[in-house]
T-cell receptor
Framework: DGGITQSPKYLFRKEGQNVTLSCEQN?????MYWYRQDPGQGLRLIYY???????QKGDIAEGYSVSREKKESFPLTVTSAQKNPTAFYLC??????????????FGPGTRLTVL | GESVGLHLPTLSVQEGDNSIINCAYS??????FIWYKQESGKGPQFIID?????DKRQGQRVTVLLNKTVKHLSLQIAATQPGDSAVYFC????????????FGQGTILTVHP
């Protein structure tokens, strides 16, 4: 089955540690996205990548980093510079269409808790 | 601020009733809109989409209406069922050339048996 996987589902981190969240897709999508969701709120864009070896900052990129070395993978690193990292992190992918049918398919999410 | 917003943060209905969830958007250049459903602890799931050259689109038990004059989007769910209880988000293609979506804050729909 095609889809997006995120791992792990739950992640605990001590303050001051960097942590990397995994996102893999086998939908052959060019574009991939990372969102952060806080309780009772909508999705905020962290980083996105329209093509391999290229990525752009979203609305809340500070304290995060990404890489896009392979089409199917878009890992997100939450660094110690992120002041409030506890949140639900969602990865998504889409076809590279510009303006039309840009439906994004979401993974199941990773819940990060900083202890 | 948010370019996409919702008029009602919570909505409670009885099973079998029709539900209407509203959304306002601010960018008249947005040309594509999506409704997502998110159950607790899960990622959002696509429900239905609509392009800006359309006023209405129907799916299975769901209808999306787009009023470009007042920049308003709505999701209608017919014969609402307990399984429809979730958070519903609208999203707009705010920057068409970038392929990015901007999401509203969501409406919590609760369906009572």
């Amino acid at each position: 089955d095609g889809g997006i996987t995120q791992s792990p589902k739950y992640l605990f981190r001590k303050e001051g540690q960097n942590v990397t969240l995994s996102c893999e897709q086998n939908l052959n999508h060019d574009a991939m996205y990372w969102y952060r969701q806080d309780p009772g709120q909508g999705l905020r864009l962290i980083y996105y990548s329209q093509i391999v070896n290229d990525f752009q900052k979203g609305d809340i990129a500070e304290g995060y980093s990404v890489s896009r070395e392979k089409k199917e993978s878009f890992p997100l690193t939450v660094t110690s510079a992120q002041k409030n990292p506890t949140a639900f992190y969602l990865c998504a992918s889409s076809h590279p269409g510009q303006g039309w049918d840009n439906e994004q398919f979401f993974g199941p999410g990773t819940r990060l808790t900083v202890l | 601020g948010e370019s996409v917003g919702l008029h009602l943060p919570t909505l409670s209905v009885q099973e079998g009733d029709n539900s209407i969830i509203n959304c306002a958007y601010s960018n008249s250049a947005s040309d594509y809109f999506i409704w997502y459903k998110q159950e607790s602890g899960k990622g959002p799931q696509f429900i239905i989409d609509i392009r800006s050259n359309m006023d209405k689109r129907q799916g299975q038990r769901v209808t999306v209406l787009l009023n470009k004059t007042v920049k308003h989007l709505s999701l209608q769910i017919a014969a609402t069922q307990p399984g429809d209880s979730a958070v519903y988000f609208c999203a707009e293609n705010y920057e068409p050339l970038e392929g990015k979506l901007t999401f509203g804050q969501g409406t919590i729909l609760t369906v009572h048996p």
